[in-house]
């Protein structure tokens, strides 16, 4: 039985889009902007995400406390919403599309560990959510995934493979249950 050795862990080649400055710069306004402010500050979000590298469309509602890991890898079309707590891990990209929401609490992971290799390799896809699309409170959605065209994840479900259009999805692993 191979077992991990963490000593081995090694993410050198690991391409994180932007110099270390720029990444310093985002996490101090991240903490101040985005993941400890209570106000209403959607438009100013928006604008400082933009700066950062984001293509955020249009009037896309970025609520409280969303934490966003690297924002010129992030991508939201328009009249989006990103509810309070949502975490946005976008190792790799994560393209939301236009009239999504993304409840409070998902959490979008690009990320994750080659558990049969002793060295535990990272390892990073992208998400991609569909125009109309519906990621209810608490959902996990992981590297890799892409949700379907008007496709809604009930709370709490894990998503570990594509979802299709039209479809309510639900559970651990989620998986359609009926039209929408």
Do not use: Y
């Amino acid at each position: 039985m191979m077992k991990q050795n963490l000593e081995k862990f090694n993410n050198s080649d690991f391409d994180r889009g932007a110099s270390k400055g720029k990444e310093l710069f985002w996490l101090l306004l991240r903490g101040f902007f985005f993941e400890f402010s209570v106000l209403p500050l959607s438009g100013l979000r928006r604008k400082i995400l933009n700066l950062f590298g984001s293509k955020i469309q249009g009037s896309v509602t970025l609520k409280p406390q969303v934490k966003i890991t690297f924002p010129w890898k992030l991508s939201v079309g328009e009249n989006s919403w990103i509810g309070e707590e949502a975490w946005l891990m976008n190792l790799a990209p994560i393209e939301i599309g236009a009239n999504v929401s993304i409840s409070q609490r998902v959490m979008l992971c690009t990320g994750s560990h080659n558990w049969k290799k002793e060295s535990f390799d990272l390892i990073t896809q992208p998400i991609i959510i569909k125009d109309g699309a519906w990621i209810c409170a608490n959902v996990f959605i992981g590297p890799g995934v892409t949700i379907g065209e008007n496709c809604v994840v009930t709370a709490g479900s894990v998503v570990t493979c594509d979802l299709p259009a039209n479809m309510i999805c639900s559970g651990n692993p989620a998986k359609p249950v009926k039209e929408r």
